[in-house]
């Protein structure tokens, strides 16, 4: 009996010395396990408290990078400014602090004051882009838990010039439009920071180690713009809004060879130096590059493409063409699906009896386009409205273009297609219109526009550089130079009179299209417009002109064609170009 019993005592010492075992075993692993977890899967975001915690940084800002012309003028740049921020805790006379800061820094001692005593976070920034001399005078106080750091103050030494492109930065350094913001990423390059030692509050300790991360400045752009061009247009599209009083002017040059913006313009605008940023609706209206993200009716500049149609189908054997030769019907009018379409002239004195093509262009006699429309068919002319580029974005290098409208070609009635042959019945914007243009008289290569050729370093060294980018062929060499001839007329001898140039060769187009509001023509607001490129035979600039809303006279040949003339005869003066032999 005594055995029995003293066998079961052990039995159950043995399980319950078992059951420690395993409890202990268990207790280590679970240490062990935790230990693993704080040091390996833990154990980096520990590490980042405990520097956070025993180290302040102040951020390096990288520098924004510059902005230069084709030729190397600088026209984006940064000024030497500063951000100062405090650490409340290290500060050791509040009072006075704020006194002598606020004093500084131009600012109200209330401000100062309530930012180290009211806010929670433990480093408030009171400054940005304060001026060296300011901070000369920190400097000089010796402030205990003021700091500062270099930050990025976009300079734009020519004021309001190129200002809905180039667009602008927000207090911060970071591009909120225009190129400053399509190119951001590469512009802004990557801060940096000194980490310092401190105490647990945040004081600077004496002898403490500091460790540099340094930044990585930013990427400078080169535009493919000519400062100098882009004077002459900046020139000519403030003439022109204060000589016929009208809502806005706008002009773009491109190469007709390359797509190379050489200079694009808005006006109204505003100085760059001085952003409204308190009137938002205005600084929107002010920065918006309307060529290249706002639409319109485009009129008789339109019939570029309709006779660029006609002339490559009849090439090409399609006898619904008409040859060059052919004489059109001399009626004013005509009458599509019941709907009376009339030219804009009264045709006194038989003027536009005994037309063929070159004559229509020269007159801009609207019935005769629509009479090669009508005859080509809306397949055939949907055809060249796509090959064109109409209806889809040109690809530029610009944040918010518009793609234009185009109607779908299976809901067109005849009297759409009718209207659409003279620049009704159809959006694009101006940057289309004259890639457009520039590719029916360039040979029939339509280029994308672009406003950047190269993305480069300080040292010099090309991280990217940007070349033509051919998109498709629009029409033959042959019906080009058929067309630019055509063209040259017309600024000879027809409706561009005004942008005629003794000595050179300058071919175009002019444009006249009544405007809408809610859906009805607005009685008296126009949009005139001109398109012309010279030399004519073999086209290196091309310019396009839209001046909205012009009061007193309104044709596209009295109010647009002058000043694509006036851009002309300085381009010939400043690139030195020898007249014609």
């Not at 109200?108 to 408030?124: A, H, R």
């Not at 008409?322 to 005509?334: L, M, Q």
């Not at 040292?459 to 055509?486: C, D, F, Q, V, Y």
Request: charged residues 25%; neutral net charge.
């Amino acid at each position: 009996m005594g055995k029995i019993k003293n066998e079961f005592s052990f039995s159950v010492l043995r399980k319950r010395l078992f059951a420690i075992l395993i409890a202990v075993a268990f207790l280590i692993l679970f240490v062990l396990g935790r230990l693993l977890y704080v040091q390996v899967i833990w154990g980096e975001d520990l590490q980042r408290k405990a520097i956070d915690q025993w180290t302040r940084e102040i951020p390096i800002v990288a520098k924004r990078g510059d902005i230069i012309d084709r030729n190397g003028v600088k026209i984006v740049s940064n000024d030497d400014t500063y951000t100062v921020f405090v650490r409340k805790k290290a500060v050791v006379d509040t009072e006075k602090t704020c006194r002598k800061l606020a004093e500084i820094l131009d600012l109200k001692y209330e401000f100062v004051y309530d930012k180290l005593t009211k806010t929670k976070s433990s480093e408030v920034t009171l400054k940005k882009q304060v001026p060296k001399s300011s901070i000369n005078k920190i400097i000089e106080g010796s402030f205990s838990g003021v700091y500062y750091s270099r930050d990025n103050s976009r300079i734009y030494p020519y004021g309001d010039f190129l200002t809905s492109v180039l667009g602008f930065t927000s207090t911060d350094g970071k591009g909120q439009s225009g190129i400053e913001l399509y190119y951001d990423k590469y512009l802004s390059g990557i801060n940096g920071e000194i980490l310092y030692e401190t105490d647990i509050v945040g004081v600077e300790i004496d002898g403490g180690k500091a460790s540099y991360i340094p930044a990585t400045d930013g990427l400078n752009l080169k535009l493919t713009v000519d400062y100098e061009i882009q004077q002459l247009v900046e020139t000519a599209m403030r003439e022109a809004i204060e000589i016929h009083n009208a809502k806005s002017a706008q002009m773009i040059v491109l190469s007709p060879k390359t797509g190379e913006i050489l200079a694009i313009c808005n006006k109204p605008s505003f100085n760059l130096n001085e952003i409204p940023r308190d009137d938002l609706p205005s600084l929107n209206a002010l920065s918006r590059n309307g060529l290249v993200c706002d639409i319109y009716e485009p009129g008789s500049t339109f019939k570029v493409l309709t006779a660029a149609a006609n002339i490559e189908e009849y090439i090409n054997g399609n006898p619904k063409a008409f040859s060059t030769e052919h004489i059109f019907n001399s009626s004013r009018y005509r009458y599509i699906d019941g709907q009376k379409i009339k030219c804009w002239s009264n045709h006194e004195n038989g003027k536009h009896a005994n037309l063929n093509l070159a004559g229509a262009l020269n007159n801009s006699c609207n019935p005769i386009f629509v009479d090669i429309a009508t005859s080509l068919g809306k397949e055939t002319m949907y055809k060249y409205v796509d090959l064109f580029g109409y209806g889809s974005v040109t690809g530029i290098d610009f944040m918010g273009e518009a793609q234009g409208m185009v109607l779908p070609v299976s809901v067109i009635q005849n009297v759409d297609l009718a209207r659409i042959s003279f620049g009704q019945t159809i959006a694009v914007t101006g940057l289309q219109l004259a890639a457009a243009t520039a590719a029916a008289v360039n040979g029939g290569y339509l280029y994308t526009p672009y406003l950047v050729s190269e993305i480069y370093a300080e040292n010099g060294i090309i991280a990217e550089k940007i070349t033509p980018k051919l998109k498709n062929r629009t029409i033959s060499e042959k019906a080009s130079k058929m067309l630019a001839e055509m063209l040259e007329s017309v600024v000879k001898d027809g409706s561009g009179k005004q942008a005629y140039i003794e000595g050179y060769r300058v071919g175009g187009k002019t444009g006249t299209a009544q405007k809408y509001e809610n859906g009805v023509i607005a009685h008296g607001k126009y949009i005139s417009s001109f398109v012309g490129f010279f030399p004519a035979n073999d086209p290196e600039y091309l310019a396009l002109v839209i001046v909205d809303e012009p009061e007193g006279q309104y044709y596209g040949s009295t109010v647009a064609a002058p000043y694509a003339k006036q851009v002309f005869e300085n381009i010939i003066k400043l690139k030195n170009i020898k007249p014609f032999e």
